[in-house]
């Protein structure tokens, strides 16, 4: 404490202890001179260091002050107020300023046996302190049409586990009083300590990638959950590349797979990317021959396939012309590669029986045409302003069609 206008430095534990010691023999049975005691003691130049060592110090000295009956938050915004880079605590005598409102508060306030249940934040936290947050940013919170409501803590101002732990309660409590479906919270990989708080309040993963995640809270007890699961399907597409006038198609053979089998090559689509597209990446990517999209000719789907991550597999199957013809396989990927006559295709084992249905599209198509076969895509307007989309179908008969 100051003494002739200097700072002594006391350990940290020591004064907690003499502390608490007046105030268990002085005061103890007097809540108003527990708080005059604070008000000769303001606590504005408490400091701890905030290393991870230091935090049950911290949380030491604000389970003694609860016993003045304040709020949580509020212990722990005074005491983490000025902060100074070692592990000593600094008491001044610099009278009463913006402690007084706070030792008043401690005054008023009811008398709570322990810090368990010592309100987390207080009305007096709430309305005093502007840099204590007590509700989501407004720009954070979006109504969806399914009657849900969508917490992106990308947008919102920082939080703390205390207040994030708070304003969540409350927020629970606010959008299920409203009938409010659901709640997701999509959170920043950076805020991820964030997680543990909202799983204590009933919220679940819904699904996570890349830098984020997206939890979901369920609100209608009383009603089905009918939320959707998240990807239930992964989608591979696969090239069959055909020489209409060599009666050959493109196969390989790939590294790392644990079957000697050949096949066509493909691969799984990026997202926002068109089925045809690809088909032509993937074919070069694995090949070295560039071709082009003409239509698709099948489409397999497998539940409980090995290597989906848990998904659903669909897999298409897409006809393309050859542009180039000289084969340069990717050695990391493909272990052989070459045009292969249809027929033999047909007549060999080292085929399984969807490559050997699917070449045998590929001589019908090139005996007698792929008209019957094709399925080819029409660009529509989609009902969602400035977006497009391609609808896949067999042709309607020209005597039928109807616009």
Not at 27 to 41: D, E, G, N, P, R
Not at 75 to 103: A, D, M, Q, T, W
Not at 243 to 259: K, M, P, W, Y
């Amino acid at each position: 404490m100051a003494v002739a206008g200097k700072v002594v430095c006391w350990d940290l534990m020591k004064v907690v202890s003499i502390v608490r010691s007046l105030y268990c023999k002085l005061f103890k049975s007097s809540l108003v001179l527990s708080c005059a005691f604070l008000c000769v003691v303001p606590l504005r130049n408490l400091s701890f260091a905030h290393g991870r060592g230091d935090q049950p110090r911290l949380h030491y000295l604000a389970m003694f002050l609860s016993g003045n009956n304040v709020c949580y938050l509020n212990i722990l915004f005074i005491i983490e107020h000025l902060v100074v880079p070692n592990i000593l605590v600094k008491v001044n005598y610099l009278g009463l300023n913006e402690e007084k409102n706070c030792v008043i508060n401690m005054r008023l306030l009811p008398a709570i046996g322990s810090l368990r249940r010592l309100p987390s934040v207080c009305s007096w936290c709430r309305n005093s302190h502007t840099d204590i947050h007590t509700s989501f940013s407004p720009d954070s919170v979006t109504k969806d049409k399914y009657n849900g409501i969508t917490v992106d803590l990308n947008i919102s101002h920082s939080l703390t586990s205390e207040e994030f732990r708070t304003i969540l309660s409350d927020s629970i409590q606010k959008w299920r009083n409203q009938g409010r479906s659901a709640i997701w919270i999509k959170v920043p990989i950076l805020q991820s300590h964030l997680i543990p708080e909202a799983a204590n309040q009933g919220f679940e993963f819904h699904h996570a990638e890349h830098h984020h995640s997206l939890l979901k809270l369920w609100l209608q007890e009383d009603k089905e959950d009918l939320t959707p699961r998240f990807a239930t399907h992964q989608v591979g597409v696969s090239g069959l590349v055909i020489r209409e006038d060599t009666g050959q198609v493109l196969a390989i053979q790939d590294q790392n797979s644990q079957f000697n089998l050949w096949k066509f090559p493909g691969g799984l689509s990026n997202l926002e990317e068109d089925i045809g597209d690809t088909a032509v990446r993937e074919v070069f990517e694995e090949t070295g021959i560039k071709s082009e999209f003409l239509s698709m000719l099948a489409l397999r789907q497998q539940h409980k396939q090995p290597g989906a991550f848990g998904r659903s597999d669909i897999f298409i199957v897409c006809r393309l012309r050859p542009l180039t013809f000289d084969i340069r396989p990717c050695s990391r990927e493909i272990k052989a590669c070459q045009w292969m006559d249809i027929a033999e295709v047909q007549k060999r084992s080292g085929f399984s029986a969807f490559m050997r249905k699917v070449t045998g599209m590929a001589m019908y198509g090139i005996q007698h045409g792929f008209q019957d076969l094709d399925i080819k895509y029409e660009e529509m307007e989609s009902v969602y302003k400035g977006l497009r989309y391609k609808l896949y179908h067999r042709p309607v008969p020209s005597d039928t069609q109807t616009r």
